[in-house]
């Protein structure tokens, strides 16, 4: 499994463009040793499981133009190259230096392989330690004051499935259906974008922050990476997007599956040049009553196409696990509502699902971990194992084990309560061509590598944490239809109802609590 999605080490070099390249005939890899900037956070959706999601910071892009600064991405300059030549050889030597120093220090870490060594959480972390200086993380406690029925999760999934539609029928006529929920002015700028993706892949959906203009409106404002994929190359996106409501309005219970009705009645909306819904006849005044995007800015927009060979040092295993003041007291919590879940109990379903989506990555067939992670991260994966194969690849991580598990924070909304822990494993990860040659990664060395998963239960759920391959509903050995639904039973258990289920993973080296 490639890093920054299950755990081995993604191989991936950045490939610099036009004069750079051509100079050097070879590609530089990425400044930070561990992985790509691409999507380098966390991925938040979830669908029908509200919120979730993964990182894709290690998919990193070569090549193409740049529509606007930012993204990190590096291009060579134009004009006359012959002065600087020199200077781009030492440039290359000094990179080449650092890449080698980071290698040697990734390799020379110490994993223990004995999980039953790992310790019980049991303290919150030192105030004083190295990460007491981070930035706080964003509080939503008093919207969720406010609004109990507020979850960022749902929030989240929200976010996600409209981002998907509007950029989808954007410059469609279908894109009238989200009305209710974009503004007109936004309509418009998704409407002369430009030709639509056919697919989009979201790498980092993230709120960054949230403001209240009392007693007129809430907004929150998300930055969401992506990779829009056409019939043309792939374009890479960073946007932020506002979303506005009414400061009286509240949140509504999810939705297994979203079909864009009138937010005020729930009829099926129906387009009209007033923004009035035909059934109840409300207007659609911007956020009035749910959610409204009414400001997307564009970060940056760029060409690219994956580059999924090479190998990127592992960063971030040694920095310390941040953990929320507040997650063993949270814990406590749920364990005071629901006695059998406990971290212990927690440990063996972890464990599980690490072996599962493990074994079918490897496989090159996600069938088998329907059901222990959420419908949008499966969809994710299924793409990158799509592009391997695309370009005559296929990546592994064999002996892969899960040395230690940290806790890391605890949140509970009305409809979910949610799990982060940090991991330390490691593996042989390696990437093979088509002749079965090793194009990246290794099967001699270990890669060890640490991320952050976060796992979902409904809250209302109560009983054992299921740590074999069975419906957790009905015991029946586990096999889910296309639409998320045991197949024996015939509940949804892709989408946290009934037991902890797999919705995000963030690298240690940008998450932020």
Known sequence: MPRRLLGGALPIAIVLAAPLA???AAGIGEARPGGGHTSSGSFSSGRSSGGGGFSSSSHSYSGGDTHSSGGGYYYGGGGDTSGGIVFLGLLLVVIVVAAAVAASSAKNREWSSNFDMMPEPDAAP?????????PPALDLGPLMQRDPGFSRAVFEDFVFELYAAAHRERGDAKLLRLQPYISPATL???????????????????IEDHSAEPPVRDQIRVRIEATHI????PVYVVE???FSRSFDARSRPPERTRTWPCPNCGAPWQPSPTRQCAHCGQAMEVGKFDWCVDKISVESETRALASLTGTIPEYGNDLPTVVDPAAHAMLRQISADDPQVTFETLKPRILLVYQQLNTAWNANDLTSVRGFV?????TYLEYWL???DHQGLHNTLTDARVSQIDLAKVTRDRYYDAITVRIFADGFDATRDTRGKIVGGSTDERRAYTEYWTFLRSSTRRGPVTTTPACPNCGAPLAISDIGDCTHCGVAVENGSFDWTLSKIEQDDNYTG
Do not use: F, K, M
């Not at 959420?374 to 499966?378: D, E, G, K, Q, V």
């Open 126 to 134: 030192d105030p004083g330690d190295a990460w007491s200086a981070r």
């Open 386 to 388: 799509h592009e391997y």
């Open 240 to 242: 932020h997007w506002r």
């Open 22 to 24: 051509i100079l050097l």
């Open 230 to 233: 056409g019939t043309r190359a």
């Open 374 to 378: 959420t419908a949008a991260l499966r």
């Open 188 to 206: 418009d700028q998704l409407a002369a974008w430009g030709v639509a993706p056919q697919q989009v892949v979201i790498g980092t959906l993230q």
